[in-house]
């Protein structure tokens, strides 16, 4: 009788195991395509990503690089300090982009150029996401106004 109570334990145990194991893999097969990487345009430079891979890319907007062409495509320049991206984006922009100003956006590098597909911008006076402040400060471009 014991044997048969370990054996039905042991066969629970397994396909509680298995289940698991499937559905993490389902779960990481239907998230492949929704996690976007963080990169700064320093590391952007230094390890070129393939440009099928979607990422995320923040910085500030260099000063004098907004170039609006024609029709909805705006060229801009994201930098860190260290280092500089040439952007485009087809669309509209958020209001509070402009230059000097902390941005975030998403997209692929092609041929040297970041063609985004998204564009989010600071919404307030000191609002910056916490992945591009943790880049400028990297590169010793940005100090938190908290910190004396």
Not at 110 to 117: L, M, P, R, S
Not at 122 to 133: F, L, Q, S
């Amino acid at each position: 009788m014991k044997t048969l109570k370990k054996r039905r334990r042991v066969q629970i145990i397994l396909v509680a195991v298995a289940a698991l194991a499937v559905s993490t893999a389902l779960i990481g097969y239907a998230m492949r395509d929704g996690i976007n990487f963080f990169r700064s345009p320093s590391q952007v430079i230094a390890e070129p990503p393939a440009p099928t891979e979607v990422f995320r890319i923040g910085g500030l907007v260099e000063e004098g690089s907004i170039v609006r062409g024609q029709g909805e495509t705006v060229r801009f320049v994201v930098t860190d300090g260290g280092e500089s991206v040439p952007v485009a984006f087809t669309g509209v922009l958020p209001d509070l982009f402009s230059e000097n100003e902390g941005m975030v956006g998403t997209g692929r590098y092609v041929n040297g150029v970041f063609e985004a597909t998204e564009i989010l911008a600071k919404h307030d006076e000191t609002y910056m996401p916490k992945e591009v402040m943790d880049a400028l400060k990297e590169q010793g471009v940005y100090k938190d106004p908290g910190e004396s």
